[in-house]
């Protein structure tokens, strides 16, 4: 891989899942405003993006998901999800780091060396993107196309208060609670004007999570530790949210109909018998899993379009 001179690098892995399709992830990282993106296509067509600002904390997931036309949806503008998170540096490699990696072999198949634990978070906050540039200006930019679905969590407000030092009472300012926990699914929600509860799941494949150091001796013969290579990981990532009721020429339809059918991965492994919607009608699968409707989601949108 040659570097630019803008300060940009650039990453392309190809990362078979367990079914046999290859995903290209694109990662990119740019020393000079500290940050990455990672970016790919899932095989339905939705569009994943993880940016992380190293300066703020702050790690975003986007999804682009677009609609399904075998079930009665015919809009083109794909239906665009924020969930804004706090970013621990252990979790990615630096900016610094990505601009040294080199790439030998661009069309190989890579394989993660670790799969982490599934996580779940409630996303209990709504973000005003128009007040967001207090936390950091990369969310207004990159969730722009959504407005009114753009997600955090108040524990992460309290701990970016503490880390940055910035004012609680301002940060909280940039969001409104929306408290999931009040909520039913939205596929068991009769009333189709009615506020739900909305979930999302997103796996990444690959990704550099890590950097590996060995030792070795220098020219005096003395031990030293000297950087090697990366360590990669998968990570699976579950989101509850709650679809916000808009007056109807807004999309209020669309938005809750576009929760209906989302197709959610399952995962069934030993580390998330925990992790279990709440109404138990489905378990997570996971990154390598065949994606499928939730229980009676598909009866719902055939008997509201109808």
Known sequence: MV??????????????????DIIKEIITGNTTSDVVELQFQ????????????????????RAYVLWEEELGFTRNKPFTLCFVSRFNKNEFISSDAMSKLRQKNPTAIRTPEEEKVPEMHIMDLQMNLKKTDVISPNIKKFCKEANITTYAKESDIKIWSQALGQDMTLLMSTVKRIH????????????????????????????????????????????VSYRCGIKTCRRFLSYDFVIAVLVPDSGKYYQKLKCLHIRPNLFVTNEVKNLQPKDGNAEYCGCDCTRYLENGAEENIEAIMS
């Not at 570097?3 to 046999?20: A, I, M, Y």
């Not at 009333?191 to 739900?196: D, G, H, M, N, Q």
């Not at 030792?215 to 005096?220: L, M, Q, V």
């Open 3 to 20: 570097l630019p001179v803008d300060c940009l690098s650039q990453l392309v892995v190809n990362v078979k899942n367990k079914g046999g």
């Open 42 to 61: 899932n095989t339905d067509g939705t569009i994943i993006n993880q940016f992380i600002d190293f300066k703020s904390e702050v790690q975003i997931f």
């Open 180 to 223: 999931p926990e009040k909520y039913t699914n939205c596929k068991d929600t009769a009333a189709i004007t009615s506020p739900c509860l909305c979930h999302y799941h997103i796996c990444v494949g690959w990704y550099p999570c890590g950097l590996k150091y060995c030792r070795g001796k220098d020219s005096a013969g003395r031990y």
